[in-house]
Nanobody
Framework: QVQLVESGGGLVQAGDSLNLSCTAS????????VGWFRQVSGKEREFVAA????????DYADSVQDRFTLSRDTAKNTVILQMNSLKPEDTAVYYC?????????????????WGQGTLVTVSS
């Protein structure tokens, strides 16, 4: 089991950029896939992006492709979600999640460890 701590949420204007961080404690991300999901009140949690920690392979939802970028900071055991050209429809609580095994999936049920969530609000 890995404990996840997210940071970086906040209030921004449309077109702005924001970085979210997900740091693991208790163990390394080695051998894991790390995903980001988001949820709007009353709606299901949806996949945003994921990265295979060892291989660095990434996957993005169509809605964020070419605007969001995942990267790893191996020294800090941290995954960073860089969000550019933010839109009001990106407003949500963003959750970091981890699953053992580095292959990438988009299903919420496949991820066993979750952070507490961080709110991102994009004003128009």
């Amino acid at each position: 089991q890995v404990q996840l701590v997210e940071s970086g949420g906040g209030l921004v204007q449309a077109g702005d950029s924001l970085n979210l961080s997900c740091t693991a404690s208790g163990r390394s991300f080695s051998g894991y896939a790390v995903g980001w999901f988001r949820q709007v009140s009353g709606k299901e949690r949806e996949f945003v992006a994921a990265i295979s920690w060892n291989a660095g392979i990434t996957d993005y939802a169509d809605s964020v492709q070419d605007r969001f970028t995942l990267s790893r900071d191996t020294a800090k055991n941290t995954v960073i979600l860089q969000m550019n050209s933010l839109k009001p429809e990106d407003t949500a609580v963003y959750y970091c999640a981890a699953k053992s095994g580095g292959w990438l999936v988009r299903s919420v049920r496949e991820f066993g460890d979750w952070g507490q969530g961080t709110l991102v609000t994009v004003s128009s």
